[in-house]
């Protein structure tokens, strides 16, 4: 089976403007996740999506926006980008919404924001 | 929320020696799983091992055990005769049955094997 993939893995943009991130789970994993990852604030949940539909977002303004396809291919939309938001975003999938899921990560995609 | 602590920013370790690394956390649920995860210089995180509240047997995955400790909030991970490729930083992360797959993550323990 593939992984998780993410594209880009790396990507420069300049305050302000927009990126989009893409994630492709696991074949049959409905379940993708996100998260920020920073030196300082560690790993940082931003939403999950369980068959089209957002199941839980973690405490990220609303610039920080997902969504999932029916192939259960996800994307993140980051808008008005700051500084701060420079960091490791990581996609994960699982198979499951309940039970002891494990997370199988991607390899994440560098944004760095200047 | 719940709150994953790891007081141990690093550690380091000689070859085919042993290891345990520190997480404590924070919660008032009575059924919730537990995680242990690498992530190596590369990035790409790989799940070492996991624990479901309910068992009180400690889990094991070849070289890698954990000591858990429910009513402490405890939950070590021990590497035994400890390789190179161990070196990594490792991630405590707790799971509540009632969030989907939002994990809490701890900062992080940078191990360092010494040859």
């Known amino acids: 089976k593939a992984g998780v993939t993410q594209t880009p893995r790396y990507l420069i943009k300049t305050r302000g403007q927009q990126v989009t991130l893409s994630c492709s789970p696991i074949?049959?994993?409905?379940?993708v996740s996100w998260y920020q990852q920073t030196p300082g604030q560690g790993l940082q949940f931003l939403f999950e999506?369980?068959?089209?539909?957002?199941?839980n977002k973690g405490n990220f303004p609303g610039r920080f926006s997902g969504r999932q396809f029916s192939n259960s291919r996800s994307e993140m939309n980051v808008s008005t980008l700051e500084l701060g938001d420079s960091a490791l975003y990581l996609c994960a999938s699982s198979d499951q919404g309940a039970g002891a899921n494990v997370l199988t990560f991607g390899a994440g995609s560098r944004l760095t924001v200047l | 929320a719940q709150t994953v602590t790891q007081s141990q920013p690093e550690m380091s370790v000689q070859e085919a020696e042993t290891v345990t690394l520190s997480c404590t956390y924070d919660?008032?649920?009575?059924?919730?799983?537990l995680f242990w995860y690498k992530q190596p210089p590369s990035r790409q995180m790989i799940l070492v091992i996991r624990?479901?509240?309910?068992?009180?047997q400690n889990a094991t995955e070849n070289r890698f055990s954990v000591n858990f400790q429910k009513a402490a909030k405890s939950f070590s991970l021990k590497i035994s005769d400890s390789q190179l490729g161990d070196a990594a930083m490792y991630f405590c992360?707790?799971?509540?049955?009632?969030?989907?797959?939002?994990?809490?993550f701890g900062t992080g323990t940078s191990l360092t094997v010494i040859p």
């Open positions: 919660t008032s649920e009575s059924d919730y799983y």
């Open positions: 624990q479901e509240a309910y068992k009180q």
């Open positions: 992360a707790y799971r509540s049955p009632n969030t989907g797959n939002q994990f809490y």
């Open positions: 999506y369980f068959s089209e539909t957002q199941r």
């Open positions: 074949s049959g994993h409905r379940s």
